[in-house]
């Protein structure tokens, strides 16, 4: 089944320093975290506060050959999560057919941001998301993984500030 979704902020992981990307349903009842790079939190970061730079960057270059190709993003999927590595799928259509692109996460987010398209979870990546291994993701101990995954979960909206790089 799959959830709906949007960004709720971005952060840093507080052990590694990787960024991270929340997602919440739109009751704000489940949340994903998804460890993303550097360069995917900046594209993302400067969508949601809504920064214009002089030249497009490579997610605004994208969403324009796509509009003036007349293909659209209708939504995009986060749909599995192996090894502690997401991965999701662009969903688009032109004229008379569809298709679907494979794609890391961040980019479809990113993308999505861009394109105001519906951004879906599958339910099994939630599951999946709550007995990864956070060790291997940010070298905590067992206590530090369970007191990180409860900080992540009660994060609102109102917690995260401007992203900084």
């Known amino acids: 089944m799959l959830l709906e ?55 605004d ?12 993003v209708t939504r995009i999927e986060v ?9 999701a799928t662009i969903h688009m259509a032109a004229e008379n057919s569809s298709f679907i692109l494979d794609a890391r996460p961040s ?9 105001r398209s519906p951004i879906f979870v599958d339910s099994r990546v939630l599951d999946k998301s709550k007995s990864i291994d956070m060790r291997a993701v940010q ?8 007191d990180f995954i409860e900080t992540l979960e009660d994060l609102s909206p109102g917690d995260f500030g401007k992203y900084k790089m």
Not at 79 to 87: A, I, M, P, S
Not at 139 to 146: P, V
Request: aromatic content about 6%; cysteine-free.
């Open 5 to 59: 979704m949007k960004v709720s902020g971005l952060t840093i992981d507080p052990f590694t320093n990787v960024p991270i990307v929340i997602l919440k349903d739109m009751e704000e009842k489940n949340s994903l975290p998804v460890w993303i790079g550097v360069l995917e939190a900046s594209a993302i970061a400067s969508e949601l506060e809504k920064i214009q730079f002089s030249r497009p960057m490579t997610h």
């Open 79 to 87: 749909v599995d999560l192996r090894e502690n590595v997401y991965y």
């Open 139 to 146: 070298g905590s101990g067992e206590d530090g993984e369970k």
């Open 61 to 72: 270059l994208l969403k324009e050959v796509l509009k003036n190709i007349k293909v659209t």
């Open 107 to 115: 980019d479809a987010i990113a993308l999505a941001l861009r394109t």
